[in-house]
């Protein structure tokens, strides 16, 4: 395994197994692996740029594997989406952020907003509305801060369905993101009819920042579109002290990113807030 933030935590790396772990060795092990509690949520802090606080988080998934260590998303949720396990996994993880955010509330952090990660492939299911509403009423979530990320993909693919799925989600108050925002084809018009209240800007736009006129000239734009429109934007893959005073001049509303932190056991977020 490679150290991929110093100090922070081991990752999985496919090329220095010499099992050569491929992802139709893992994927029998999916269905168990949920079963036997293996998957867990890291916490990545969303800064407001504002009042320097940490607003919010980002949920990740990451899966404690008891002989592979911790593997990346990268290495089984595109798996999970061909084979449908997606399906219950992307339930697993709204049910688990849900009883986190309400962990966070009980200890009085009751402005945390929290952030999950939905993918085109759960709109699949024709349940998706009413299963998220039977899991926040049975465990009594108050889904006003939760906010779900989804990409422009999964609006493109089902226009109507998703369309009809977002607005039953957001009359139970839950808000949507829009994620990796300008890699897509997503049109003014279905951006202004859709309940959705966040632009995330893609990391590959803020990488160059702060050096390269064409990238700055988008992240501007993007900005300025949000904002035209009434939405939060928020910055992802902030890594330097360059990208974040870029991000600050021109008005951004959010960050996050590893010049903040790396996505952290949910242990470690609560101290960040403790500290803050
Ligand atoms: P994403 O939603 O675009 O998540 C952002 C990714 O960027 C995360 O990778 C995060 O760890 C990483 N990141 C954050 N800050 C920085 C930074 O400053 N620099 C760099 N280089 N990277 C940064 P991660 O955790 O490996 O997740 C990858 C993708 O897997 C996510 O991309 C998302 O599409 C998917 N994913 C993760 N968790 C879930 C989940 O619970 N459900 C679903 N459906 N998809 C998930
Ligand atoms: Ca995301
Ligand atoms: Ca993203
Ligand atoms: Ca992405």
């Avoid at 607005?167 to 018009?189: V, W």
């Avoid at 988008?218 to 990208?243: C, F, M, W, Y």
Wanted: glycine share 6%; with cysteine; aromatic share 10%.
């Amino acid at each position: 395994a490679k150290q991929e933030h110093p100090g922070t935590y081991q990752v999985y790396d496919p090329s220095l197994d010499d099992k050569q772990c491929s992802a139709s060795e893992l994927e029998p092990e999916l269905a168990f692996a949920l079963r036997a509690n293996q998957f867990e949520l890291f916490f990545q802090p969303q800064i407001d740029l504002e009042s320097g606080k940490i607003a919010g988080a980002e949920t990740l998934i990451r899966w404690r594997h008891p002989k592979r260590g911790l593997i990346m998303p990268a290495e089984f949720i595109s798996l999970c989406e061909r084979n449908g396990m997606i399906i219950p996994i992307g339930y697993w993880a709204i049910h688990q952020a849900g009883i986190k955010l309400k962990e966070l509330q009980l200890q009085g952090y009751d402005n945390c907003r929290i952030g999950v990660n939905l993918s085109f492939r759960q709109f699949q299911d024709s349940n998706l509305s009413q299963t998220i509403h039977r899991i926040i009423s049975q465990n009594q979530i108050n889904s006003a801060f939760l906010e779900f990320e989804l990409t422009e993909s999964a609006l493109i693919s089902d226009e109507q369905h998703v369309s009809y799925c977002l607005q039953e989600l957001s009359n139970l108050s839950i808000d949507f993101a829009l994620d990796d925002f300008g890699t897509g084809y997503s049109s003014f018009a279905l951006l202004q009819k859709l309940p959705i209240s966040t632009l995330k800007i893609d990391r590959s736009f803020i990488r160059n920042v702060a050096d390269n006129p064409n990238d700055a000239e988008i992240v501007r734009a993007i900005i300025n579109l949000a904002h035209s429109l009434d939405k939060k934007v928020v910055a992802e893959g902030v890594e330097t002290p360059e990208q974040l005073d870029f991000l600050i001049q021109h008005g951004c509303d959010q960050v996050q990113g590893y010049l903040y932190s790396p996505p952290v056991p949910f242990k470690d977020f609560v101290q960040m807030l403790e500290q803050a």
